[in-house]
């Protein structure tokens, strides 16, 4: 059963828990302390699958099929194992049928040293519309803030966040109510809703199994460490994160790539128990920063052009076209210059013109 909970936080329903930081055992056995690193064959993913997104009642990016293919020797040794997936987009409260299965493949040839596992896909640039990820506990988790609540209530339940999409900017908000009269328990409280329980460390800059990362700058609200429910307690109110990015690589297949990203809390000064429900609200907001090359790699200029007059065989330096800056001097000693190459090049293209060619 899929539901509006469920979409994205089942792990069943996602691709990458399938086969994050997932390793086969190459040789039987039953000590763990014999297992070493050049004993663990990686499960590859031959794609880069997207997280499960709710949209428009629909949980997009669900898991239908799933495939693992083992590959070992005659003597019983995994060589290589690889994993592939069918999704499907699936409405909410209904059910979705998984088929899960594992091939085995014997490798013909068997060799004495043990063939090493083919390396990881390198990582490639985001796709518009894909999940932003993020290192939150160690564990790539997809980067989420606060989505629209039922009756425009603040609710801490995890559900309630929706995951940032790339270039997607977004502005949500509820209203919050709490009887709490403990400063450090209410802005506990709002941080929650805004960002879930623990903040993330790092983003991935780019998609992929081995993305490259780079650290969250985070501006927290500033702490009278006097502060008390009469005085006025700092409480973050707007929550702000701004994403830079730009495309990098060829000019013909650009590669979109997260440079930074930072978290704005604006805060204020309220006092509690809060007498009346606060307004929260949150944004994200995804800034372009290519350095485009300018031209002759862009629009074409008016004075490009072929020197010499290459499409006319020197008619323009006879008629005195080629320096156009030049004294009346140089254009007629040029043309008559141009005049004998003109009568040479007449007779060559009439004899040997198949040599030329």
Same mark, same amino acid.
């Given at each position: 059963m899929v539901t509006s909970q469920s979409c994205t936080t089942d792990p069943d329903l996602s691709s990458i828990s399938y086969y994050f930081n997932m390793s086969l055992i190459a040789v039987p056995t039953t000590d763990k302390i014999?297992?070493?690193?050049?004993?663990?064959?990686?499960?590859?993913p031959l794609s880069d699958w997207p997280a499960p997104v709710k949209q428009n009642g629909f949980c997009l990016d669900v898991v239908k099929t799933v495939q693992f293919l083992v590959y070992y020797t005659p003597k019983g040794e995994l060589r290589n194992a690889s994993i592939n997936f069918t999704l499907t987009d699936v409405p909410f409260e209904q059910l979705v049928l998984?088929?899960? &299965?594992?091939?085995?493949?014997? $490798?013909?040839?068997?060799?004495?040293?043990?063939?090493?596992?083919?390396?990881?896909?390198p990582p490639v640039g985001l796709r518009k519309g894909s999940a932003v990820m993020a290192l939150i506990d160690g564990e790539m988790q997809p980067l989420k803030s606060l989505g629209v609540s039922e009756g425009g209530r603040c609710s801490s339940d995890p559900s309630r966040l929706s995951p940032i999409l790339f270039t997607h900017n977004t502005i949500s908000g509820c209203t919050f109510s709490s009887e709490t009269q403990n400063c450090t328990e209410l802005r506990s409280q709002i941080y929650e809703i805004f960002r879930g329980s623990t903040a993330p460390d790092e983003i991935a800059m780019n998609s992929g199994l081995q993305p490259n990362w780079t650290r969250i700058l985070i501006q927290d609200c500033l702490i009278d460490p006097q502060e008390s429910c009469e &005085?006025?307690?700092?409480?973050? $109110?707007?929550f702000s994160i701004q994403i830079i990015w730009a495309r990098q690589g060829f000019i013909e297949v650009p590669q979109n790539y997260i440079l930074g990203a930072k978290f704005l809390f604006r805060c204020q000064n309220v006092q509690c128990p809060l007498s009346s429900p606060l307004t929260l609200t949150a944004k994200a907001t995804f800034v372009e920063t290519t350095v485009y090359p300018e031209a002759p790699r862009g629009v074409p200029q008016p004075h490009w052009r072929f020197p010499f007059g290459f499409f006319t065989r020197g008619a323009a330096e006879l008629d005195g076209h080629l320096d156009t800056s030049g004294s009346s001097a140089e254009k007629v000693t040029w043309s008559l210059m141009a005049f004998p190459l003109l009568l040479l090049s007449e007779l060559g293209l009439r004899n040997f013109d198949i040599e030329i060619f």
């Amino acid at each position: 059963m899929v539901t509006s909970q469920s979409c994205t936080t089942d792990p069943d329903l996602s691709s990458i828990s399938y086969y994050f930081n997932m390793s086969l055992i190459a040789v039987p056995t039953t000590d763990k302390i014999k297992i070493r690193s050049d004993l663990l064959v990686p499960v590859i993913p031959l794609s880069d699958w997207p997280a499960p997104v709710k949209q428009n009642g629909f949980c997009l990016d669900v898991v239908k099929t799933v495939q693992f293919l083992v590959y070992y020797t005659p003597k019983g040794e995994l060589r290589n194992a690889s994993i592939n997936f069918t999704l499907t987009d699936v409405p909410f409260e209904q059910l979705v049928l998984q088929t899960h &299965s594992v091939e085995f493949h014997l $490798l013909q040839r068997d060799t004495s040293k043990p063939t090493q596992a083919p390396p990881n896909p390198p990582p490639v640039g985001l796709r518009k519309g894909s999940a932003v990820m993020a290192l939150i506990d160690g564990e790539m988790q997809p980067l989420k803030s606060l989505g629209v609540s039922e009756g425009g209530r603040c609710s801490s339940d995890p559900s309630r966040l929706s995951p940032i999409l790339f270039t997607h900017n977004t502005i949500s908000g509820c209203t919050f109510s709490s009887e709490t009269q403990n400063c450090t328990e209410l802005r506990s409280q709002i941080y929650e809703i805004f960002r879930g329980s623990t903040a993330p460390d790092e983003i991935a800059m780019n998609s992929g199994l081995q993305p490259n990362w780079t650290r969250i700058l985070i501006q927290d609200c500033l702490i009278d460490p006097q502060e008390s429910c009469e &005085s006025g307690c700092s409480l973050p $109110l707007s929550f702000s994160i701004q994403i830079i990015w730009a495309r990098q690589g060829f000019i013909e297949v650009p590669q979109n790539y997260i440079l930074g990203a930072k978290f704005l809390f604006r805060c204020q000064n309220v006092q509690c128990p809060l007498s009346s429900p606060l307004t929260l609200t949150a944004k994200a907001t995804f800034v372009e920063t290519t350095v485009y090359p300018e031209a002759p790699r862009g629009v074409p200029q008016p004075h490009w052009r072929f020197p010499f007059g290459f499409f006319t065989r020197g008619a323009a330096e006879l008629d005195g076209h080629l320096d156009t800056s030049g004294s009346s001097a140089e254009k007629v000693t040029w043309s008559l210059m141009a005049f004998p190459l003109l009568l040479l090049s007449e007779l060559g293209l009439r004899n040997f013109d198949i040599e030329i060619f």
